[in-house]
């Protein structure tokens, strides 16, 4: 069985400052770790994914993240908000044989002009 | 085309009536899938399609039916439903399971009077 604990309900930055969103999993066996973003009202759009490749991966809008086996986590990163990155963030883990897909609670992200 | 998109975006019904979601894909995928989402909430799986067929149903009240009449359609069928089950339905696609991200289409909010 696999879990996702994203360790910030909500995160509150002013614009053009570092943004980072902490997530950590736990996991039976290798798992793919992805990170979403839902903007009000819309559907959940993919930021970047982990597939066993580059521990440090690079997603869309400057965003990326870096896996840890070691500390199992999967944090992301951003190195300066803009107003449009206020919106609610999913850390999600998947296993292989697997269509499920585990969700953490979600980071909401507001981003002070 | 990276886009699944789904009809209507918003829908109002009676506990008495029948409706249905539409959900279309066309990126080839052969995985289908229904979640809800409540405010505030990561989604939640519904059902899972997999090459047309029925491979997953998380327990879903009857008063929900899926159908996929082919690989790049996806239907949900609403009847008699109750005012909790007001929420936003994402449909999502996918090439496959574990390491294949699923693409979400932009919901459909349905309020049950």
Sequence with gaps: AQSVTQLDSH??????????LRCNYSSSYSPSLFWYVQHPNKGLQLLLKY????TLVKGI???????KKSETSFHLTKPSAHMSDAAVYFCVVSLLNDYKL???A???????? | DTEVTQTPKHLVMGMTNKKSLKCEQHMG?????????KAKKPPELMFVYSYEKLSINESVPSRFSPECPNSSLLNLHLHALQPEDSALYLCASSHGQG??????????RLTVT
């Design chain 1, 102 to 104: 585990s969700f953490g």
């Design chain 1, 61 to 67: 809008n400057g965003f990326e993240a870096e896996f």
């Design chain 1, 11 to 20: 995160v509150s930055v002013s614009e053009g400052t570092p943004v980072l």
């Design chain 2, 99 to 108: 390491s294949y991200e699923q693409y979400f289409g932009p919901g459909t």
């Design chain 1, 106 to 113: 979600g980071t909401t992200v507001t981003v002070r002009a």
């Design chain 2, 29 to 37: 995928h052969r995985a289908m899938y229904w979640y809800k989402q």
């Design chain 1, 51 to 54: 597939t066993s490749a580059a």
